[in-house]
């Protein structure tokens, strides 16, 4: 199983880019890499998965180096709104391992 | 287009119940998974099903259940509550099983937030 670390908690302010990194070292040549965002008392929601090199969309960009031991997610330009839990997750056949994931907060 | 849909919304029980919570996936989606989020805890899968059949199966006991309608909604069933199994049970659907490496989008519900006392 491809397990991921990332950091429990980060802080930031409103405007700064925030870039949550997760390390995957035993990641599977086939496995992709997705982040979801989850808001208290609410279901995750996806938000850019990508296999190497980099993936950009309207809110977030992420960078998988060229080993794919991990990836980082770059959140531009942070607001208040983007306070909530983020969970990296690599490709599992059959079921997707969530770990805790990590909690960001921004600061006004 | 109306997402994935949970009911109850909350619930509370006692110890030794019975529950069954419900799931409507996007319309159009024909698998739906359940996972239990502890508080402060990432979700934690239970199960998978696709075209009516079990297809995943995650860490939990006997006592958890479930099953998908020929119209793609499921029920989670759990026999004999525990009081660990208070939790937020999340339904996800997407359209067909992930291929091999490939996760393809899940898109999770709301969520019903149940809690055994």
């Known amino acids: 199983l491809a397990k991921t670390t990332q950091p429990i908690s980060m802080d930031s302010y409103e405007g700064q880019e925030v870039n949550i990194t997760c390390s995957h070292n035993?990641?599977?040549?086939?496995?992709?890499i997705t982040w979801y965002q989850q808001f208290p008392s609410q279901g995750p929601r996806f938000i850019i998965q990508g296999y190497k090199t980099k993936v950009t969309n309207e809110v977030a960009s992420l960078f998988i180096p060229a080993d794919r031991k991990s990836s980082t997610l770059s959140l531009p330009r942070v607001s208040l709104s983007d306070t909530a839990v983020y969970y990296c997750l690599v490709g599992e056949e059959d079921k997707i391992i969530f770990g805790k994931g990590t909690r960001l907060h921004i600061l006004p | 287009d109306a997402g994935v849909t949970q009911s109850p919304t909350h619930l509370i029980k006692t110890r030794g119940q019975h529950v069954t919570l419900r799931c409507s996936p996007i319309s159009g989606h024909k698998s739906v998974s359940w996972y239990q989020q502890v508080l402060g805890q990432g979700p934690q899968f239970i199960f998978q099903y696709y075209e009516k059949e079990e297809r995943g199966r995650g860490n939990f006991p006997d006592r958890f259940s479930a099953r998908q309608f020929p119209n793609y909604s499921s029920e989670l069933n759990v026999n004999a509550l525990l009081l660990g199994d208070s939790a937020l049970y999340l339904c996800a659907s997407r359209h067909t099983p992930k291929d091999r490496g490939r996760m393809e989008t899940q898109y999770f519900g709301p969520g019903t937030r149940l809690l055994v006392l």
């Open positions: 035993n990641i599977a040549t086939n496995d992709y």
